[in-house]
């Protein structure tokens, strides 16, 4: 599946015809396979969007010890907490 995809955005579209994968599942993943484990056509930073960016700490592409998970949660507690501010 990934092996051969020329560029991001056909891993994008790849990955998003997985069953159960929507949008964001397949960002997600896109950036996990470019980070941990080496899939890097050209494009996959773009084609997974800000999951993708450096040093970016938003989801389990950004896993990889006890310390990052902390901060992968304390980004999503924030953004939790912004996004309901914001409908109050």
């Known amino acids: ?18 069953p159960g994968f929507g949008a964001q599942k397949a960002t997600i993943l896109v950036a996990l396979l470019g980070k941990q484990y080496g899939v890097t056509p050209p494009g996959w930073r773009e084609a997974a969007g800000d999951y993708g960016d450096e040093g970016a700490r938003r989801s389990v592409a950004d896993v990889v010890d006890p310390t990052s998970l902390a901060e992968v ?11 309901a501010k914001k409908t109050s």
């Open 1 to 18: 599946m990934w092996a051969d995809a020329p560029d991001g955005a056909t891993l994008l579209k790849r990955v998003g015809e997985l």
């Open 73 to 83: 949660r304390a980004y999503k507690q924030e953004s939790k907490a912004a996004k």
